[in-house]
């Protein structure tokens, strides 16, 4: 049997946020540690008691900015008309955008988007769609790895998107969720919540051995926390079985992982996302930043923004900034990468994410340089 059988690689990705458009501004973006926080002029906010958010000027609605990314990455993969044919879609969304303007009997679905965007880009279908809050993205991709590992399909897209709208932002804003400050400040002491921000993106995964990888997809985890409807486990044990998950699927030793790409968003939740990465990956220091910290939280778009960021910085050799830092918070006791870009000493990277319900993921690549 070929060395390659059973393997799932990331042949191409695209990316809108407000760092930009194209997936070279999404690395750069994070590379330079410029927060992308501002004031929120796509509606009014004067009621509200936080008025910033990452937002991109000029971004077209959201059905639109899926279409585009999805037909990108599938440009950047080198895919002909032919495989696109052959290629299912699964789309990570909060719901159809434009559901909440219009009649209960009229009402779109996030299925009927999905299946809208396989159209528009000439793909065989929408195979799933996820609607499973912050965790929704990196679901989506871990399944779409699955597929491909068992040979069920060659590949998959996976596309996920969220953009700054009314809704979503009064009810964070309600919840006291978001930072007072105008920035989020993961792990640090005096953060004051998480903003939020626009990210649209799309990857191809695809069996390795048929096109150029930028990376491999070598594990993958998932658990649920059951302690709380909105709080995580103050002790990380959801998490950190995620994460033990991803490591051990990958056959690897965990102090051979390079980097980290934390869920912290700069909430009360980082300190336990700190204690499940000392659970799981144990003395090893390994360097940590949330890259929350330029691009904001996307919400269903997070996982797969941040996937892209941390194959991109990983092959770039370079690790992002965690922005924003205010000084230690002994509750977050990490390898936070600071002030500058590390240099990255390792291809294996981890994302992470975390939601609503106590539900988290974890994806382990292994970027090609």
């Not at 971004?59 to 990108?72: F, Q, S, Y």
């Not at 978001?178 to 002491?189: E, K, M, V």
């Amino acid at each position: 049997m070929s060395d390659l059988a059973g393997r799932t690689g990331i042949v191409g990705v695209a990316a809108v946020s407000a760092l930009g458009r194209g997936s070279q501004a999404q690395l750069a973006g994070v590379l330079s540690g410029t927060a992308a926080f501002g004031p929120v002029r796509r509606f009014d906010v004067g009621g509200r008691r936080v008025k910033d958010a990452a937002t991109l000027a000029g971004v077209g609605p959201l059905g639109d900015e899926l279409a585009w990314v999805i037909r990108d990455a599938c440009a950047d993969a080198g895919l002909t008309r032919a495989q696109r044919a052959t290629t299912p879609l699964m789309l990570a969304v909060h719901g159809h955008p434009d559901a909440a303007r219009l009649s209960t009997t009229d009402k779109p679905t996030a299925a009927g988007l999905a299946a809208e965007l396989a159209g528009r880009a000439g793909l065989a279908g929408a195979a799933k769609v996820y609607t499973c809050a912050c965790v929704s993205a990196s679901t989506a991709v871990a399944d779409a790895a699955a597929l491909v590992r068992a040979g069920r399909v060659e590949r998959v897209v996976v596309a996920a998107g969220y953009l700054v709208e009314p809704d979503q932002f009064a009810l964070f804003d309600a919840g006291r969720a978001l930072a007072t400050d105008g920035a989020a400040r993961p792990f640090s002491a005096g953060r004051t919540g998480l903003l939020l921000g626009d990210a649209v993106s799309a990857v191809v995964l695809e069996a390795v051995g048929t096109r150029e990888v930028l990376a491999e997809v070598v594990g993958w985890g998932r658990a649920g926390d059951a302690y709380h409807a909105v709080r995580p486990d103050p002790a990380g044990n959801g998490l950190a079985r995620a994460i033990t998950a991803a490591v051990r699927r990958a056959g690897i030793d965990p102090a051979r992982i390079g980097y980290v790409n934390a869920n912290a968003g700069g909430a009360e939740g980082d300190a336990a996302e700190a204690a499940a990465l000392r659970q799981a990956l144990g003395a090893a220091r390994i360097p940590v930043s949330s890259t929350k910290s330029v691009h904001g939280h996307a919400l269903e778009g997070s996982g797969l923004l941040e996937l892209i960021v941390t194959v991109l910085a990983t092959m770039a050799g370079k690790l992002p900034v965690n922005t924003g830092y205010l000084g230690p918070d002994p509750a977050c006791e990490l390898d936070v990468i600071l002030d500058a870009p590390r240099p990255a000493g390792s291809p294996y990277a981890l994302s992470l994410n975390a939601a609503f319900g106590g539900a988290n993921t974890a994806l382990l690549v292994k970027a090609v340089s």
